[in-house]
T-cell receptor
Framework: GAVVSQHPSWVICKSGTSVKIECRSL??????MFWYRQFPKQSLMLMAT?????????EQGVEKDKFLINHASLTLSTLTVTSAHPEDSSFYIC?????????FGPGTRLTVL | DQQVKQNSPSLSVQEGRISILNCDYT??????FLWYKKYPAEGPTFLIS?????DKNEDGRFTVFLNKSAKHLSLHIVPSQPGDSAVYFC?????????????FGTGTRLTIIP
């Protein structure tokens, strides 16, 4: 199956700092990637759809200025959590679309102190 | 508003027996349903899917049943094996989004008892 990686796998940061999370499709090109967030005991909630070479499409209620998404190449999408606050602490997971099938990364655990 | 619900957060099944995981949805526009399996510290991996034009899809030990009128689907695993122990997510998508944008349930942790 296709491989999707995320980096870092976990990060701890101070409140007010920005954190960048990378999502890479290792063995295929993905024009579309998705970013999800999962709070404890809740489902994966879609935050945004990342399209290579164009602006991301954000879901209702997700602040685009806070969660910056850049999909500069066919194998890399980045999510930057700007001015992170403790309530942004969550598990962030990406998926990359190959054909009509989505392949998920292992996730990034963000803890904001 | 949780459009896809998995009401059982956990399930324990004896090895060799059948595991049945349930999922309910509220959005009548959903027409494609998927099950994902997730191990700790790993991303979800695709298991099996079903289109709304079908009521059953089988792949080896895994069978998914869809009851559109009840807005209910279930995943059957038989026989259950220790390696099946994981969290299982039900997901759904709408045709308008090209079957790519997924709405997930909260997951059911399946534990297979040897």
């Amino acid at each position: 199956g296709a491989v999707v990686s995320q980096h870092p796998s976990w990060v701890i940061c101070k409140s007010g700092t920005s954190v960048k999370i990378e999502c890479r499709s290792l063995d295929f090109q993905a024009t579309t990637m998705f970013w999800y967030r999962q709070f404890p005991k809740q489902s994966l909630m879609l935050m945004a759809t990342s399209n290579e070479g164009s602006k991301a499409t954000y879901e209702q209620g997700v602040e685009k200025d806070k969660f910056l998404i850049n999909h500069a190449s066919l194998t890399l999408s980045t999510l930057t959590v700007t001015s992170a606050h403790p309530e942004d602490s969550s598990f962030y997971i990406c998926s990359a679309l190959r054909g009509q099938q989505a392949f998920f990364g292992p996730g990034t655990r963000l803890t904001v102190l | 508003d949780q459009q896809v619900k998995q009401n059982s957060p956990s399930l324990s099944v004896q090895e060799g027996r059948i595991s049945i995981l349930n999922c309910d949805y509220t959005n009548s526009m959903f027409d494609y349903f998927l099950w994902y399996k997730k191990y700790p510290a790993e991303g979800p991996t695709f298991l099996i899917s079903i289109s709304s034009i079908k009521d059953k899809n089988e792949d080896g030990r895994f069978t998914v049943f869809l009851n559109k009128s009840a807005k209910h689907l279930s995943l059957h695993i038989v026989p259950s094996q220790p390696g099946d122990s994981a969290v299982y997510f039900c997901a759904a998508s709408e045709a308008n989004f090209g079957n790519e944008k997924l709405t997930f349930g909260t997951g059911t942790r399946l534990t297979i008892i040897p």
